[in-house]
């Protein structure tokens, strides 16, 4: 009878242990596809699908819309997580500037901010924050 029970009190801790590593490891995870707005110098909607490659290396796309101008879509050309940290890195479809994203992952919602610079002299052209939910 003790045997059984402490045997039923390992498979619960194991189970308990597992069940709260995985929750936390999918709060942090990334990859899915997320829909979301952007605000600063100008404004839109977007939606990025970010993915994980059997290596584990972190890629993505965005398609973009602004509330001015013509949309696009794009891949990133790097993007790397660090906890529930990422920074993300993307071109115009011009070449002519690079945008940054600095974001949180907080479970089902992605929080940050954004700088796009010239890539001829490097000046800050753009900023604002940004927040998406997973789809």
Do not use: C, H
Not at 8 to 35: C, H, R
Request: aromatic residues 8%; neutral net charge.
């Amino acid at each position: 009878m003790r045997k059984t029970i402490f045997v039923s009190l390992i498979v619960l801790m194991f189970g308990i242990g597992s069940f709260a590593y995985a929750q936390s490891k999918s709060e942090n995870d990334p990859t899915g596809t997320w829909s979301g707005t952007w605000t600063g110098d100008s404004n839109g909607k977007f939606e990025m699908t970010i993915t994980k490659d059997a290596n584990g290396k972190l890629s993505a796309t965005l398609t973009a819309k602004p509330d001015q101008g013509d949309g696009f879509t794009g891949p990133f050309k790097s993007v790397e997580a660090n906890g529930n940290k990422l920074t993300m890195k993307f071109e115009d479809p011009g070449g002519e500037s690079e945008a940054t994203l600095e974001a949180v992952v907080e479970g089902s919602s992605l929080k940050g901010s954004y700088s796009i610079r010239a890539k001829a002299n490097g000046e800050e052209a753009e900023k604002g924050t940004f927040t998406a939910s997973r789809k």
